[in-house]
Each structure stands twice: as C-alpha cells, then as structure tokens.
C-alpha cells in the first residue's frame, strides 16, 4: 500500500506494530510462527550498507562483532528523528549471564547520527561477554534497534550474521549458517537475499540456502548490491536476472539492485542522504540501467525497495494473520491442557503446609511399614508388589485381573512366599531362635540373603547345638570387631551420611532456617545425645555378653558423638550464620522437620533388638544392610546433593505446588526407593542403588514442579499475545 511522503497507512502501521509486539511477547517456541522479514547474504556482499540505507543509520561496517548476533531494525515514520538501542535475552528462561548483559546495557535512545556509537557499544558488550565461547552461543542475545524519522516507512527487519567462508574455525562457520537456516526455513519469514554484482552469480551462496528453504521461491525476494561495480561490458548475465530471463537464477518475485555507499564513500564523508541522491543519478544515467527503468521502475534503487519492503510486508502479514491467530489458540489449549494435568494449584501457605505434611506422613508411614516388613501396609509399595504377583503368579491359578482384589491374608502369604517380608521374618525368627534351634535341632546358618537354610529334621545331640551357638556367636564378634572403627557400621550412621541427612537437607531450607540457627544447633545436640544414649541402652546386651568390646565400643561411640557434634554444628554456623535472612521459619514446621529426619535413627534402634540368644547377628546384619542401601546419599558429593535439595525444599513448591505435584513427586521418590531397598535386602551385594540413579530420581521429581512453573510463564505470554491479536488490526 502506497504511502503519501514516505508514509505507509495506518493499518499497515498497526498491523506491523502487533507483530513486534508479539515478537516481544511470545514464548520462543512460538516466535517462529509469526511473518517477518529476514535480512541474509554472505560477508562483504553490502549487507550492512543495504540496511544503512534503508533504515538512514549507520552500522558499525566491518566489525566482526556485528556479524555475530541477529539484529531487529524496527522502522516507523514519526515527527521527530530518534533511534533507541537495547539488547534482547532470546528464551523463555534466558541465562543468568544473558539477562545481567541485558539489564546492565539498557536501553539508549540517541540521535540517527550517533546511532551507530550505540550500536557499536552494544556489539562490543556482547563480545566481551561472550569472549572465548563458541559463536552458538551468540544465538542467546539479540540487537533491537527502533528508528523514527519523517521519512520512514513502516518496516520492521531481522538482520542475520552473514555466512563466513574464511578467518574463523569450521565450527563457527557452521553456527553461523545454521542460524541463517534456522530463519529461513520458518514458513512465515520473508527471505530479503542480498548479493554483490561484483560476485559471479555461480558464488551467491546465500541463494542456493535460500532456495533449500524456499524450493518454491514464494518466500524469496533478491538484493543486488554494489551496481557500480560492474563495467558496462560485464552486465549481460545481470541483466539477464533482472529482467526475469536467467532459467537458473530466476526468482518469483524477482531482484531490486542498488547502489549503497562504499567504504570509500564513507571515508569520503558521503553521507547517507546524499548516498540516495548520487545512487537515483547513477541509475538514470548509467546503461542499460537507464533504459531499463522506463518498464522495470520497482527493480532500481533503495527508495523503491524500501517502499516494496513494506507493501509486501503488510500484504504477507494480513494473509497469515488468520493462521497466526490459530497457532496461538492451539497453543493456549495445549497449555492449559499441560497445566490442569498437573492438579489444581495450592494457592494459601497454609494449604501447602499442610499438603506437605500429609507427605511428610506418608513417608514416615511407609518407612516404618517397611522396616517391620509390612509391605501391604505400606500405601505406595501395594501395587508394586501386587504388580509383582499379577507378573508371576501361576503356581495358584489365579489370573492377574483376580490378583489385584486379594485379600491381605492372601496378599500376606504371597509376599512371604517371594521373600519379600524379610524384616517381619526376622522379627519372628528373634522371637522363636531358642525354641526352633531346640525343637530342630539343626545345623543353621546365614547366606548371603540372611535367610536360613534348614538342615534335616530331628533329634540331635546337644554338643551339635552347643556348636551352632558357638559358631554363632563367633561370627557374632567376627562382625562387631570388623565394625570397630569410627563409623561403627550396622550400629551408628556414619558422618557422611549424617551430614547428607541434617545438614545437606537443611541446604534446602537455607532462607527459613537462618533465623533458627541457634535452635538447630540445640537440636542437633540433643539428638545426637539421645541417639547415643538410646543406642547404648537397647544394645547393653551386647556390651554385657562381650564386655572385652565394651570399653572399646563405648569409646568408639564418644568420638563418633563429638565428631558428629563438632563437625555438624561447624558446618551448619558455616552454612547458615554467615548469611541471615529476614525470612522466619513456623516452630511447628521446623519441629516437623527435626521430627521426621530423627526416625529413621529412631526406627533403626527401635525395630533391631538382640537377645540373650546371639540374634544380635541377624538384626545387626540387617541393619548393616538397610544403612547401607537405604542412605544412598553416600555417594552424593555436597555439590550433588546441593544441586538436588534446592530444587526439592519446601521453597520449590511455594507458590506454585499443587496437590497433584506433590503426590506425584512423593510416589516417585517412595516407589524408587522401597523397589529398590526390597530388591537389595532380598540380595544384599547386588543391586545397590547408585548416586547417578538417586539423582535421576530427584531431578525427575524436580522437574516435575519446574515444569508447572514454565508451563504457566508460557501459558500467560500466549494469553497476552491472544490479547493482543484480538485487537482491531
């Protein structure tokens, strides 16, 4: 649509303007559904001066600088003349590096004389960032440039780095193009290819990748830059590709040549409206360009293109905005589809809170059901293991859609039958050891599943007894003295374990916790205390039956206190002392807290007795086992462990936690962990749960709660984006 004095109507404008808007406002994903015109073409094939000339600033020429990173040219006719210059974070989550660059430039408004000072600042800053990094990295940050002048159309341009044969590495090279490719082959953009004249057409590389993209040429608009740089005996061929007559390099909306100022022009102090001038004398003066342009006006000179740029962009935009609307509909539905299948959110603290404290249950219930062995108790692990049955049960014929309504007797006595009650089998061997050991009277001892291996029935003597008991009780002090160093092994959870349960957990709750350090550290103590104390009373059998190993255990259990205590309380003033937070933390949840991490101590000393009989083998086994398959923190160094708590702290789910995400992430967490601590009680030196599975576990259940979080960003920019599209246009 034509325009009075280098103005285009005000629909053009508001159309054009609701693009830049959206460009500014869409998700990533979505920024290739939107039209725009892309600038492409080789290095030193005029691209910058082709820009220069159509948007009346001058761009920072041959700065290496310039080619590495894509820059909007925003163009609006306006009374005064003012160019703005900012910095773009590309992405939804842009990194932190990108968007301190971002804040820290700003946005500069400048005069079009000194719009190039600007630009130039920009593109040095984003060098010096990224100093050292691959040229991929470029794609990060984006240059926008808006200019108002009264003799501008509207017109809003993507320029692209130009493609690089030379100077740089092959892998650079490679990025470059592949930005390129990444423009051209979005269905919505407008392929603006610039060319020298000066370059044999057989060279124009940035045609041939346009044509890849473009096969049907619909897209594909070409600039011939440098005119003057073909003698009058040379333009045959061009001619040829003007006038639509060349089979090979023909395009369906053809070419416009130009003229723009050269090096020489600029060194010369040619300015850019006198380069107008000179480039409409040259063109009416000069053969066969003179002659052509009686019948072939549109395809000479920047004012020209400049003013086809705009018609073609209006026309393009008015054509797809029906499509655009829709993709963004169908987006929105999409989203709103991923958000609700993630639960209604949990909107108070006190909602979350107590969301959270149902978990916290959950867990202490499950844990507690399975170190008694009481797996169909425990909610979580059920399905696992009628899962199990339904998969190989066909000894009873029973079809695995009846399995799943089994009653618990039955559900109990399948479960004994795979092995998996070790911990309630353990229990009823303690209590009955001495009578089955008497009525028996066989030879007993432990493989490596802890499970009891029968001898033949009936009447034995008692010297064979005697002899088991003794075997028994040797292994007994075999292992009590193979657990005799700092870690105590079996009895006492070693410092690297402690320091994962208390003070790694606690990294998570960093910002609440400050204010209660004191009271931390209180509790710690007294837990330690009372660990110890408790330990020492349930197992004075042992310190009675073998009171050799008595001053030794107990000394052993003195340093391990003040190691834990002084290491502990060291870290946590490290951890937390140091930075103070105005956050405060509710005494009732920080109680919780402290509650839940003191059983699984207090499950451990509770739920493995000895007796007079020598089962302490048995139950310290056991426990040996379960310490060493159940803390798989053991493996995780502190900045692994970091790296998980932080992204599962009750901070990670304020706000934007829904009941649904909390379940979901607690069942993943619990069924990992109870399928794979049976299957390593059932076989104790195969199968132990690594520190790379741990963290796969975490990080699953963490990206469950980020996702909620991107899903929602991006559903609100698609909403504004609707928004704005449902305006009048």
């Known amino acids: 649509m034509a325009a009075v004095n280098g103005l285009v109507s005000e629909k053009t404008k508001r159309a054009t303007d609701l693009m830049d808007e959206l460009r500014d406002l869409a998700p990533e994903s979505m920024r290739s559904e939107l039209p725009q015109i892309g ?10 001066s082709v820009l220069a000339a159509l948007s009346s600033i001058e761009f920072p020429s041959g700065s290496s600088t310039t080619t590495r990173c894509v820059t909007q040219v925003v163009l609006r006719p306006g009374p005064e003349e003012r160019c703005t210059v900012k910095l773009f974070a590309v992405g939804d989550t842009p990194d932190d590096n990108v968007a301190e660059l971002v804040e820290s430039f700003g946005t500069q408004t400048t005069s079009l004389d000194t719009a190039k000072e600007r630009i130039t600042e920009a593109t040095e800053q984003i060098a010096e960032a990224y100093s050292g990094r691959s040229m991929t990295m470029y794609a990060d940050v984006e240059i926008h440039i808006h200019v108002t002048s009264p003799g501008c159309v509207t017109l809003t341009m993507i320029d692209v780095p130009g493609l690089v044969s030379t100077g ?3 892998a650079d090279q490679a990025a470059i193009r592949n930005m390129s490719e990444r423009f051209m082959q979005q269905s919505r953009t407008i392929i603006l290819a610039v060319a020298s004249a000066s370059e044999d057409p057989a060279n124009w590389a940035i045609l041939e990748l346009a044509k890849k993209h473009d096969p049907n040429q619909a897209r594909t608009l070409g600039v011939i830059s440098k005119a003057d740089k073909v003698s009058s005996s040379e333009t045959g061929e061009l001619r040829s590709i003007l006038c639509g007559k060349s089979d090979k390099y023909n395009l369906m909306r053809g070419y416009t040549l130009v003229k723009c100022r050269s090096e020489a022009d600029v060194m010369g102090g040619v300015t850019l409206s006198a380069s107008l001038d000179q480039e409409s004398l040259f063109f009416a003066t000069t053969e066969p360009w003179a002659s052509l342009q009686s019948t072939m006006k549109s395809a000479f000179g920047t004012s020209r293109l400049k003013k086809r740029l705009a018609n073609l962009q209006e026309a393009h935009i008015r054509k797809v905005l029906p499509d655009v609307r829709e993709s963004f509909e169908a987006e929105r539905r999409k989203l709103e589809a991923a958000v609700d299948a993630l639960g209604t959110k949990i909107e108070s603290v006190q909602e979350q809170m107590q969301c959270m404290q149902e978990i916290f249950d959950d867990i202490a219930g499950d844990f507690e059901a399975v170190q008694r062995g009481k797996f169909a108790d425990a909610r979580v692990v059920k399905p696992l293991i009628l899962g199990k049955i339904a998969a190989d049960e066909t000894d009873d014929g029973a079809g695995s859609s009846d399995v799943l309504h089994l009653a618990d007797d ?4 399948l479960e004994m039958r795979f092995g998996w009650r070790l911990r309630a089998w353990l229990e009823a061997e303690n209590a009955t050891f001495k009578t089955k050991m008497a009525v028996a009277a066989s030879v007993k001892s432990i493989d490596r599943d802890l499970m009891f291996c029968s ?8 010297a064979r007894e005697a002899a088991a008991a003794a075997a028994l009780r040797a292994e007994l002090v075999e292992r009590i003295n193979y657990s005799r160093d700092d870690s105590l092994a079996g ?3 070693p410092f690297e374990i402690f320091r994962s349960i208390f003070v790694e957990r606690l990294v998570s709750w960093r910002c609440v916790v400050n204010e209660h350090a004191e009271l931390v550290f ?4 007294n837990l330690l205390r009372e660990v110890v104390k408790q330990t ?11 009171p050799a190993l008595g001053g030794v255990v107990k000394g052993v259990v003195e340093t391990v ?6 290491e502990a309380v060291h870290e946590l003033e490290e951890l937390f002392v140091q930075e103070r937070s105005p956050h405060t933390l509710n005494d009732l949840l920080l109680h919780q807290f402290m509650e839940k991490s003191l059983a699984p101590f207090e499950n451990a000393i509770e739920n493995y007795r000895c007796d007079e009989n020598g089962n302490l083998v048995i139950a310290e086994d056991a426990l040996r086992l379960l310490v060493q398959n159940h803390w798989y923190l053991r493996d995780l160094s502190r900045e692994d462990y970091e790296a998980i708590t932080i992204h599962n702290g009750l901070d990670a789910y304020q706000g934007v936690a829904s009941r649904t995400i909390v379940d979901t992430t607690a069942k993943i967490v619990i069924k990992n962990l109870l399928e794979r601590l049976t299957r390593a009680l059932q076989r104790p030196e195969a199968d132990l749960i690594s520190a790379a599975e741990w963290q796969q576990v975490f990080y699953e259940s963490a990206s469950t709660v980020m996702r909620r979080r991107q899903l929602e960003q991006r559903l609100e920019r698609v909403r504004d984006c609707l928004t704005a599209l449902n305006m009048p246009v």
């Open 39 to 48: 600038v492409f073409g080789q290095q030193s094939a005029g691209k910058s």
């Open 168 to 170: 740089i590495s092959d």
């Open 410 to 413: 039955r559900l109990a006595a």
């Open 455 to 462: 001898g033949k029935d009936g009447e034995e003597d008692a």
């Open 491 to 493: 009895l006492f959870v």
């Open 522 to 525: 209180a509790g710690i103590r």
């Open 536 to 546: 020492i009373a349930k197992h004075s059998i042992l310190f009675d039956r073998f």
């Open 561 to 566: 206190v003040t190691k834990y205590i002084d």
